[in-house]
């Protein structure tokens, strides 16, 4: 049944495409692609007509209802009826309000999935914003992902364009790859789109929250202009600004317009999302996904937060999955990083995650700091009971770590948690 749908949705989306010929963003990366899809949406609408995916919708299912303008109505069969309706309306009858632009993310979680999502929507523009472990058991090794990722770009021709993030050398590596003019952003190295000097601005009051976020340059060429991104914490969140920033210049708009629409900007639920924790606390929601490479980064986010007194920095990790056999060294590499970092405690849920601990003892990080459980739910309760007010909370794993348990158990806001939270839906009650 789902490759039969899978068909009829592949059919649909290149007819309509076929018929409307927007021009199409496309975003892959092994971290970082919902972040720079929401940026650059910030950027572009506002001026101009685009849709981007809701959601996750980032695969074989979720891209072509996107092009439909269609949300998945799970194994409803009155629901998909609808779907194909709503594609058949749009095929016989011309849509006047169909969007210019549609600014697309693209899962590739196995060999293949880039080959069959380009094949269905060709993209005009292609960004690229990291490669790493990300998968890496479906895969094999990390340069068979980079082929994977790599063929968003190497099919987009001369008259296209190629936005990579040239901080992340395996993405670097792909400039000559494409036949594609190449746009590069950076904060660290050399690039046309770059962010320099960060400052992050983390009030711990309720009355402080406009004075939440994250002030650099953006600069472009020899212009610059400051940025301030309104709840944003992350290094990450300046990646996706950056991105954002590409397109608003492939597009036209000047530094102004581009600083102007990242007022609008928010970053997605589950990914370096700052929420309110019970007894004054502060959650750094990170529960979306894990790959090594991102859960480092959200250690060394936390760490860059100044403490205002005596507060505590915990780091709350999930199993890192689909890393194979890399998966013991991965884990512990993460461990020594918190321990490095001097994260104050180390909660840690899952089998995996075991080695997370490892990792951070060996790296010279107190026994008495280290707690382990079995499930999400049990380190939810045991943070409850421990955390006092001030704390931050760094909470991260896998999708099928369900770490957002965690967050729902300890944020301020419980009642709130299917607007805040990711994985929120009935299709996730059981799992």
Known sequence: ????????????????????????????????????????????????????????YNNEIGVPLTVIGAASPAKS?????????????????????????????????????????????????????????????????????????????????????????????????????????????????????????????????????????INFKLLNNHAFIPVFLPNVISKAGVYAALAGAALGVIKGMNLVEISRAFK???????????????????????????SPAASILAVETLAGIAKQSRENKYAVFGDMLELGEFSQKKHEEVGRVIAKNKIDKLIVAGERSRDIARGAIKAGMKEDNIFHFASAEEAGKFIQERIKSGDIILVKGSQGARMEKVVKEIMAEPLRAKELLVRQGKEWDDK
């Open 1 to 56: 049944m789902k490759l039969f749908l899978q068909k009829l949705l592949k059919i649909s989306a290149k007819s309509i495409l076929k018929k409307y010929h927007p021009e199409i963003i496309g975003i892959t990366g092994s971290a970082g692609k919902t972040g720079a899809r929401e940026a650059i949406y910030a950027v572009l609408s506002a001026k101009l007509k685009v849709r981007r995916n809701l959601k996750n």
């Open 77 to 213: 069969i009155f629901g998909w009826i609808g779907v194909f309706s709503a594609a058949l309306k749009l095929l016989l009858k011309k849509d006047k309000n169909y969007p210019k632009i549609l600014i697309l993310e693209m899962a590739a979680d196995k060999p293949g999935d880039m080959d069959y999502l380009t094949e269905m929507v060709k993209p005009n523009i292609g960004v690229i914003t990291s490669i790493g472990d990300s998968h890496i058991e479906n895969f094999g090794s990390l340069e068979k992902i980079k082929q994977e990722k790599s063929v968003l770009i190497r099919i987009i021709d001369e008259n296209g364009r190629a936005v990579l993030n040239v901080d992340d050398r395996q993405v670097k590596s792909l400039i000559k790859e494409t036949k594609a003019k190449v746009l590069t952003y950076a904060i660290d190295s050399e690039a046309e789109i770059s962010g320099k000097e960060m400052k992050l601005l983390f009030a711990l009051s309720l009355e402080g929250k406009d004075k939440l976020g």
């Open 264 to 290: 609008k900007y928010s970053p997605p639920n589950g990914r370096m999302k700052l929420l309110l924790g019970v007894k004054d606390t502060y959650i750094i929601d990170d529960t979306y996904n894990a």
